[in-house]
């Protein structure tokens, strides 16, 4: 699972999640795959053990023009993702796992991944 392929619309905010080779299309429009990129030490969500969960938040701003549209943890064998809202904090609990790619999406920054 952690070498899925992500898709978002640009026009609708659709997601969409591959685990194998695809086209794929929204609102009438060829999407390209995202690349996730490492973040950088200012870009990181904070993540803290809470119960069996890991707590996850951010400070995006999360305005209508530029939020974090989900986050998701993928492992080797599952991908737990929790779509995000503007106006709304960055802030969701995740099923606690040994260890996971936490993965991110917002337009104007793009897929950015931390490893936990």
């Known amino acids: ?3 899925m392929t992500y ?5 609708c905010g659709g997601l969409t999640f591959c685990t194998g080779a695809a086209e794929v299309s929204c609102c009438g429009r060829k999407l ?3 690349e996730p990129r490492k973040a950088r030490e200012e870009e ?3 993540v803290e ?3 069996n969960d890991w707590y996850v938040t951010g400070d995006h701003p999360m305005r209508k023009e530029d939020y974090v549209s989900f986050v998701a943890f993928a492992t080797g064998d599952r991908l737990q ?3 995000q809202y503007p106006e709304w904090d960055l802030q ?3 099923p606690g796992r040994n260890h996971g790619m936490l993965l ?3 337009q104007k920054q793009g897929l950015l991944y931390q490893l936990i």
């Open 32 to 34: 390209a795959p995202l």
């Open 44 to 46: 990181k969500l904070t």
């Open 92 to 94: 969701t609990r995740i």
């Open 104 to 106: 991110w999406y917002s």
């Open 7 to 11: 898709y978002a619309c640009p026009v």
């Open 1 to 3: 699972m952690k070498k």
């Open 49 to 51: 053990g809470v119960e």
């Open 81 to 83: 993702v929790v779509k």
